[in-house]
DNA sequence: TTTTTTAATTGAACACTGTTCAATTGTATG
DNA sequence: CATACAATTGAACAGTGTTCAATTAAAAAA
């Protein structure tokens, strides 16, 4: 068939984007494919490719919807002010949770390496600069004075706070009893040390 | 031909390590595959899959000697003692340029997740363990009181600078100018406020 | 020396992948 | 009703990891 107009361009991006974050949710990765999501829409793989650039942009659209439940529940922390340590330790639970709870399409953010662009869109780089910005405006509410130190800190925490959740959850830290305890211990015992370091410098 | 004797077992496991490494230092992982290997060392796929249990245990060794070059570097760091900091930096710094100049390979550490183990397996956490010791006897000399305290700053540590050399060089930090001084200036950062709020606390 | 046994080596076959593009087909216009 | 148009298809292509019957060279036995 065709101009079967049962969907616009954008409702097709829309529904692979839903199967696609659905069908790794539950299968992983690995399971993926194209012909897979095409299937679950019930199109041809020949749409999709006439909706999407390619295989590396319906990814990095589904990992950007990650992003955004990631965000927007990080958002919701920043709404009741509290100690910016302590909103900090929230936000990173939340991130830890997250990856614990939806692994599979957790890991997915970090996983696919492009082979086409090397350089992540600018689409995409704006969800993760979100993530940035929510970190650096915790810490302008005491912890730095200076924009420019708080963009600064806010890439270390961010990178640490992911790094301790990745090394973590792909089994290269040991970890002992429940994953979630033990990950927050550690990220605990980097927000301790590291604000207490910055606050000693402010 | 059968029974060549050319070379033994173990001489074609270290062949296709070897011909590996140089494949994914100087084409990237994406190019790699098995049967790229075996024609560069002059055998036939079968016997890779003789001589490898599957297409994951070549990685991992490959992988694995990456990891040894990088410990190797880094224990050099421990032979002159300096103070923890200026220490952690210089093992820190090794790292990033590591990670800087074998960049394909590098990636490979993190890139590929196995479908078959969902678990790494021992011999390959033993030489990621090695790495988190080397930091650990760096924290013990002054740093750190208490073995435990250290093993736990350990894993803190080793995770954030591998998160911050991590978002930095997938493009997910904005780093301007050269990447090694930018990467650089964050590491410093984190060191420099994780460990003073260490010393605050011991 | 010749035959038999043994095991190292091969490569075609299988089911899959992302990607392309000529052919098809449902819809709208002249 | 014929024509033009564009959405849709799916076979085709070159590649992937993996398997395993068939082949073949070397060692052992006759």
Chains 1, 2 share one sequence.
Not at 26 to 42: D, H, L, P
């Amino acid at each position: 068939m065709a101009r079967r107009y049962d969907h616009t361009r954008d409702e097709i991006r829309q529904m692979a984007i839903t199967a696609g974050t659905l069908l790794i949710e539950t299968s992983g990765f690995a399971k993926f494919s194209a012909r897979r999501v095409a299937k679950e829409i019930g199109y041809s793989v020949g749409t999709l490719y006439n909706v999407f650039e390619n295989y590396d942009e319906l990814i990095l659209r589904i990992n950007a919807q990650t992003l955004t439940e990631i965000i927007e529940k990080m958002q919701k922390v920043l709404l009741h002010a509290q100690s910016p340590q302590k909103m900090l330790a929230q936000v990173s639970d939340l991130y830890i949770n997250f990856a614990i709870d939806h692994f599979n399409r957790w890991s997915c953010l970090y996983e696919y390496r492009s082979v086409h662009q090397k350089v992540l869109p600018d689409w995409y780089l704006i969800k993760v600069n979100q993530l940035f910005k929510i970190i650096e405006s915790i810490l302008m509410m005491g912890l730095c004075k200076k924009q420019e130190n708080a963009e600064q800190s806010a890439k270390v925490i961010w990178a640490s706070v992911h790094g301790i959740c990745q090394l973590s959850l792909s089994g290269r830290i040991d970890i002992v009893g429940r994953a979630a305890d033990k990950i927050n211990m550690l990220v605990g015992n980097f927000v301790d040390h590291y604000t207490a370091g910055l606050a000693q410098n402010a």
